[in-house]
């Protein structure tokens, strides 16, 4: 298996709706975001991807987007006060966190083609989330599930037993 990684920073503001710390005060970070694509095979031109293709596509969203942006829950009461002074605003239907805003972006660099397989978002230098979708399920073929479900069965039995 092959991976790339393009790392991008930005900068975003947050808060945390029904969060007893600090991050429930409005706040910012130095975010940066690391988009790892795999591959079992390269291109023909020896790639998993271009690297200025990802930058071209996965940052110029990020920066239209998220970049100097309040992320806020899509119910956060001082999402319509700021909208109202016109400054930019991006809601999420989750909590703004580290771990939600690695999957919008993962989300993201999918739908536009890319075979990402891992995004962190290094909210803090000691703080990183990561967000990757269950590979174990998603690519296992019809007959490893079969086979899952036949040892998943046995081990009930054997639990019942
Ligand atoms: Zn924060």
């Known amino acids: 298996m092959y991976a790339v990684t393009k790392v991008i920073e930005f900068c975003y503001g947050h808060r945390l709706l029904n969060y007893q ?3 429930r005060y409005l706040h910012g970070h130095n975010g ?3 988009i790892e694509l795999s591959s079992r095979t390269l291109d023909r031109r ?20 998220l ?4 992320l806020l829950h ?3 009461p001082v999402a319509p006060l700021l909208r109202e002074r016109h400054e930019p605003v991006f809601l999420l239907d989750d909590n703004p ?4 805003i690695a999957r ?3 989300e993201h660099a999918a739908s536009q ?9 290094w909210e803090t230098e000691r703080s990183v989330a990561a967000y990757r979708p269950d590979a174990a399920v998603r690519r296992r073929p019809r007959a490893g599930r079969r086979a899952a479900r036949r040892r998943a069965a046995a081990r009930s039995i054997s639990t019942a037993a």
């Open 21 to 23: 710390g600090k991050c």
């Open 32 to 34: 940066k975001v690391e």
């Open 46 to 65: 020896g790639m998993v991807r271009d690297f200025d293709e990802i930058k071209r596509v996965v940052q110029a969203w990020i920066d239209q987007e």
């Open 67 to 70: 970049d100097h942006k309040m």
């Open 74 to 76: 899509r119910d956060d």
């Open 97 to 100: 966190t580290a771990e939600a």
């Open 104 to 106: 919008l972006i993962f």
């Open 113 to 121: 083609g890319f075979p990402v397989t891992c995004v962190r978002v």
